[in-house]
């Protein structure tokens, strides 16, 4: 029998019955994006004060703690729950300084990175105490 030259796609492994099977997977550079997680505060309710909330939140978490991984948990919920229109208006109030609410320390705006990348965090993860 002669053998046949088989092409391994990239990250395969030729096994030796001469099956190509998938390789290991690779370990994700970014964690997968999850939904926020339920909140006991807001129950049965109009999530729109929990949007606000969790914008505001992000904002002193990462004014105050800086690259924190747990303030990923406020960004994974204000993009979760508001529209995109009332993210965009923020981010321009609070870049003319008129947005609706102080927020300390009055630092410079932190917008978050585009894309984010969200570290591995389990639904189970409790949101983290600014």
């Avoid at 002669?2 to 796609?9: D, L, R, T, V």
Wanted: with cysteine.
């Amino acid at each position: 029998m002669a053998e046949e030259n088989k092409e391994i796609p990239e990250g395969s492994v030729l096994r030796d019955d001469g099956c190509i099977c998938p390789g290991p997977p690779k370990p994700p550079t970014c964690g997968k994006r999850m939904i926020c997680p339920y909140d006991p505060r807001y129950p049965n309710q109009n999530q729109t004060g929990r949007c606000f909330m969790s914008f505001v939140d992000y904002q002193r978490c990462v004014r105050l703690l800086g690259d924190y991984p747990g303030c990923f948990y406020f960004l994974r919920c204000y993009e979760d729950l508001c529209p995109l229109a009332w993210i965009e208006t923020w981010y321009e109030q609070l870049d003319k300084g008129t947005f609706p609410r102080k927020i300390y320390p009055p630092k410079p705006v932190i917008h978050p990175p585009n894309p984010p990348c969200y570290p591995l965090v389990s639904d189970e993860t409790p949101p983290p105490t600014c």
